[in-house]
């Protein structure tokens, strides 16, 4: 209880360093950078052996960023950057056919819009181990709109608040986006990630 207490204080004061930066934010509505995460998941069982992705997306979107998942295996991407639109993907490689449910591979990127509009469109396959391409696609895909811990929507210095109270607690203190409260992409939540909240609330970053 007395390191929480200790906490609330640090926040308080985190607060009241960031709002008048975050005000001004605010004012600049137009010009904030959303950074989203779409995570590739599978169920157990799903005898995914490798996956390909790709996609058209906005120039008015950063490069995408390809992250291999909590299953292991590996990921080459390429293409960022092409023509009117940009076109970019990846290929995955399992280190086995998958049996255990996780994230194949996670893809990452900023701007200015939403995801829908961000996206134009995109194809996604999973193959067996033997290459044929799988009828029924076991792989969903989850985006993340990264640093919004509490999910309303918006990046606010709640989200922070609720990072630095959860990392003390987190039986007493659940969030309900635990992927979006990642803000720094290694997997787990911790003070770190609400750090990094603050620095964007603050625009000392403007993604994560
Ligand atoms: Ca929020
Ligand atoms: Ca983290």
């Known amino acids: 209880m007395k390191k929480f207490k200790k906490i609330?204080?640090?926040?308080?004061?985190?607060?009241?360093?960031?709002?008048?930066?975050a005000n001004g934010m605010a004012?600049?509505?137009?010009?904030?950078?959303?950074t989203y995460r779409v995570y590739f998941d599978?169920?157990?069982?799903?005898?995914?052996?490798?996956?390909?992705?790709?996609?058209?997306?906005?120039?008015?979107m950063s490069e995408a960023f390809y992250d291999v998942g909590n299953l292991g295996g590996s990921v080459s991407s390429g293409g960022n950057g092409q023509g009117v639109n940009n076109i970019c993907g990846c290929y995955y490689t399992a280190n086995e056919a998958l049996v255990n449910p996780g994230t194949l591979?996670?893809?990452?990127?900023?701007g200015d819009m939403s995801f829908e509009e961000a996206v134009i469109k995109y194809e996604l396959?999973?193959?067996?181990?033997?290459?044929?391409?799988?009828?029924?696609?076991?792989?969903?895909?989850?985006?993340?709109?990264?640093?919004?811990?509490?999910?309303?929507?918006?990046i606010t210095i709640d989200d922070a608040v609720s990072i630095i109270i959860y990392a003390a607690n987190p039986s007493g203190y659940p969030l309900s986006n635990l992927r979006a409260a990642d803000a720094n992409g290694d997997g787990v939540v911790t003070?770190?990630?609400?750090?990094?909240?603050q620095q964007y609330l603050a625009q000392i970053i403007n993604h994560f």
């Open 105 to 110: 591979f996670t893809m990452k990127f900023y």
């Open 42 to 60: 599978v169920p157990a069982n799903s005898g995914v052996a490798s996956a390909n992705y790709s996609m058209t997306y906005s120039k008015h």
């Open 125 to 154: 396959t999973a193959k067996y181990s033997n290459g044929a391409e799988m009828s029924s696609n076991p792989i969903t895909m989850d985006v993340v709109l990264v640093g919004d811990a509490d999910g309303d929507g918006s």
């Open 191 to 197: 003070e770190e990630d609400a750090t990094m909240v």
């Open 8 to 21: 609330l204080s640090a926040v308080s004061a985190a607060v009241l360093c960031a709002m008048p930066l």
């Open 27 to 34: 004012a600049n509505a137009a010009g904030i950078t959303k």
